[in-house]
């Protein structure tokens, strides 16, 4: 861990504690705030430190120039919070009235855990519904203005709406490879409910024993495909905190074992106690890990791929590497001319699963389109320079970082 990731996880912590936060004059000069806040943007933690930063002695702390950054893009995420709730409650509140049942998941279901609710940034809200009400809800939606694609084979129709916020409506939550009992765990999820307030409504979310089971399946998914960073790992400490004696954690510990999501489970919550300090209840801690240096490359895997792990290129490009390889065993790309073949021309299986080229489905033969179409967006996506992606294919070290990655998955039982 980096002189600046202990700095912001140290200040993270006391964000999430309500703690005092101290800094030595001693270190004050070599601090880089710059870097602190580009790096918290990273993570999308940049508005959660916000009350610590403001608290720092101003000879210490950041300057005024970027304390007035900060200060726009705290004021902007807690007005749109604000009306992401009131604009949420519409749609919930809607559904209801056509008598569709409705869960609401993820940020707006678990805001309300954090000393300052509107601070959790959000980049969409989701709603999970019965597979036999997808088509009514999405008409729901159309009547208030949302439009998206009604496609019947992803498990999730994204809807938009100008000037609110996006809503993704799910028909189902997980399908992931590396999880049993899928169904079985939906049917759990419709059980088991509690409400919150959601502006003046009240609002179905999912128990809390089964939020904890989300919140880590979804970081699950995310580092199986890219990364996931410090918001993720903060919305656990939160919810773990706020409710850890209302949670039944024995039902969260037999869950894990009946998922096949134990060995994650144990280990991110030992990934929180290392970085935030959190106390793991004792009825999660019913196994010994070896190898506890894993436990430190789960670390950097987070610190090192910002919010949704595409921090980089080169990650990135990692990533690709070996999201395009086969589940177990050894990355095979041993020449630059087969690293290129992997990064431009996946697998039809591959591309399957990625949203935008869902067309590959219908027939082989749109397997070319679909390539070209991978590489026609790389070539036009502005956040990487040419330069940049010219070096991916020249890398030495890019495979080397795809099998560290694969040894990672594989030790959490992702692969």
Same mark, same amino acid.
């Given at each position: 861990?980096?002189?600046?990731?202990?700095?912001?996880?140290?200040?993270?912590?006391?964000?999430?504690?309500?703690? $005092?936060?101290?800094?030595?004059?001693?270190?004050?000069?070599?601090?880089?705030?710059?870097?602190?806040?580009?790096?918290?943007?990273?993570?999308?933690?940049?508005?959660?430190?916000?009350?610590?930063?403001?608290?720092?002695?101003?000879?210490?702390?950041?300057?005024?120039?970027?304390?007035?950054?900060?200060?726009?893009?705290?004021?902007?995420?807690?007005?749109?919070?604000?009306?992401?709730?009131?604009?949420?409650?519409?749609?919930?509140?809607?559904?209801?009235?056509?008598?569709?049942?409705?869960?609401?998941?993820?940020?707006?279901?678990?805001?309300?855990?954090?000393?300052?609710? $509107?601070?959790?940034?959000?980049?969409?809200?989701?709603?999970?519904?019965?597979?036999?009400?997808?088509?009514?809800?999405?008409?729901?939606?159309?009547?208030?203005?949302?439009?998206?694609?009604?496609?019947?084979?992803?498990?999730?129709?994204?809807?938009?709406?100008?000037?609110?916020?996006?809503?993704?409506?799910?028909?189902?939550?997980?399908?992931?490879?590396?999880?049993?009992?899928?169904?079985?765990?939906?049917?759990?999820?419709?059980?088991?409910?509690?409400?919150?307030?959601?502006?003046?409504?009240?609002?179905?979310?999912?128990?809390?024993?089964?939020?904890?089971?989300?919140?880590?399946?979804?970081?699950?998914?995310?580092?199986?495909?890219?990364?996931?960073?410090?918001?993720?790992?903060?919305?656990?400490?939160?919810?773990?905190?706020?409710?850890?004696?209302?949670?039944?954690?024995?039902?969260?510990?037999?869950?894990?074992?009946?998922?096949?999501?134990?060995?994650?489970?144990?280990?991110?919550?030992?990934?929180?106690?290392?970085?935030?300090?959190?106390?793991?209840?004792? $009825?999660?801690?019913?196994?010994?890990?070896?190898?506890?240096?894993?436990?430190?490359?789960?670390?950097?895997?987070?610190?090192?791929?910002?919010?949704?792990?595409?921090?980089?290129?080169?990650?990135?490009?990692?990533?690709v590497l070996l999201n395009n390889s086969s589940t177990g065993g050894e990355l095979k790309y041993r020449s630059k001319f087969s690293k290129a073949v992997h990064l431009l021309f996946p697998d039809r299986n591959k591309l399957v699963k990625r949203k935008k080229y869902m067309y590959v489905r219908r027939t082989p033969l749109f397997l070319p389109l679909a390539w070209m179409h991978r590489i026609a967006y790389g070539v036009k996506r502005k956040d990487f320079s040419f330069h940049d992606k010219k070096e991916i294919f020249r890398n030495s070290e890019l495979n080397l970082m795809a099998e560290e990655r694969n040894n990672l998955l594989e030790w959490l039982g992702l692969r």
């Open positions: 861990m980096t002189a600046k990731d202990r700095l912001l996880t140290e200040i993270l912590r006391t964000a999430i504690y309500s703690k $005092e936060f101290y800094i030595d004059k001693s270190v004050a000069d070599s601090i880089n705030w710059e870097e602190i806040y580009k790096e918290a943007r990273a993570h999308q933690v940049h508005t959660l430190i916000y009350p610590v930063i403001k608290q720092v002695d101003p000879s210490m702390g950041p300057d005024d120039k970027l304390m007035a950054v900060w200060n726009i893009s705290v004021m902007s995420c807690g007005i749109q919070m604000i009306c992401d709730e009131i604009w949420l409650g519409e749609v919930i509140e809607n559904l209801a009235a056509a008598g569709i049942d409705s869960i609401v998941l993820k940020g707006m279901a678990i805001n309300k855990c954090y000393p300052y609710p $509107e601070l959790r940034t959000m980049g969409d809200a989701d709603i999970l519904v019965h597979e036999e009400d997808m088509v009514r809800a999405a008409e729901v939606l159309e009547r208030l203005g949302y439009f998206g694609q009604r496609d019947t084979k992803t498990k999730h129709i994204e809807f938009f709406k100008k000037n609110s916020i996006t809503i993704e409506l799910h028909r189902l939550l997980i399908d992931y490879d590396f999880m049993r009992y899928k169904e079985s765990f939906h049917d759990e999820i419709w059980k088991n409910r509690v409400s919150v307030n959601l502006g003046t409504i009240k609002a179905n979310i999912l128990s809390w024993e089964m939020q904890i089971l989300h919140i880590c399946i979804h970081m699950a998914s995310h580092i199986s495909h890219g990364g996931f960073g410090l918001r993720q790992l903060c919305d656990l400490v939160i919810v773990t905190e706020a409710k850890r004696n209302e949670i039944n954690w024995n039902i969260v510990r037999d869950r894990s074992i009946k998922y096949g999501i134990d060995n994650f489970v144990y280990a991110i919550f030992l990934a929180c106690n290392r970085i935030f300090e959190m106390e793991v209840p004792p $009825e999660i801690a019913f196994r010994s890990i070896r190898e506890h240096g894993k436990i430190d490359k789960l670390i950097e895997d987070i610190l090192a791929g910002g919010n949704m792990g595409r921090k980089d290129i080169y990650r990135t490009s990692a990533n």
